[in-house]
């Protein structure tokens, strides 16, 4: 009985989770297949799932017609200067926050964390006056600096460096390791899994960032990725499978990615969950 019960509920929770899998599935595939269908395929009542005839000419459009490469340029410079420059500032401020002491160190991290309570929209117009006093709108400098610092990063990279052993740095200590020592030899490699979950979320913001770089940027040389895609879109009329190419040209790196570091990136949010 008690195994007929467990199968029972195996295949209560394996359907639930097909469905959910299904239903995060559907807009994707829905997207891919537009990106092959005629304009009237597209808009069609009832809908056209499958496309009489695969067109690629949509994807050559979609580089033609907006600066399709130099918007991914851009997104791609962007991208990892934020994500490098992050993963460096945070790992060094969350390993203050886990394992040095000095006055006012509590205080000074729920002051960071606060942050995650501001809405973003609030601090974009100071921010953009800021940029403007330094000379730095339309350019790089705007697009990457302000972003290396999270206070999301700072708290996660936190938990990993609140969880290693001191034993550890005391040994590393006796050693004759110096603070940054420890920092850069030891704890770093240590929380590797935690490294690659920031990185990749902050790569995921950073590629699909399109309120912050459509205020800060005004010439087409510096338009990022997301507002090239925005650009496709007519005014009076929207060229659907057009819009989809491009957005199958945008996410396809994306999926890559997470395929590839999906490992790291599930042990690093198990992990931070169950280490304080």
Known sequence: MEKANSVMIKAIVYFILIVGAATMLLPFFWMIMTSFKTYSESVHIPPVWIPSHFRWNWYQQALTEVNFLRYYLNTII???GRTIGQVL???MAAYGFARLRFPGRN???ILVLAILMVPYQV???PQYMELR???WLDSFAALIVPGIFSAYGTFLLRQFFMGLPKDLEEAARIDGLSYWGFFWR???PLTKPALTTLAFFDILWSWNDFLYPLVMTSSDS???LSIGIANLEGVYTTQF???MAGAVMATVPLLILFIVLQRFIVQGIAFTGIKG
Do not use: E, G
């Open 78 to 80: 962007v991208t990892l």
């Open 89 to 91: 500032v945070c790992s």
């Open 107 to 109: 205080v000074i991290f």
């Open 123 to 125: 601090i974009l117009i």
């Open 133 to 135: 006093d330094l000379n």
């Open 186 to 188: 030891i704890a770093l």
């Open 222 to 224: 510096m338009r990022l």
């Open 241 to 243: 499978p057009l819009l």
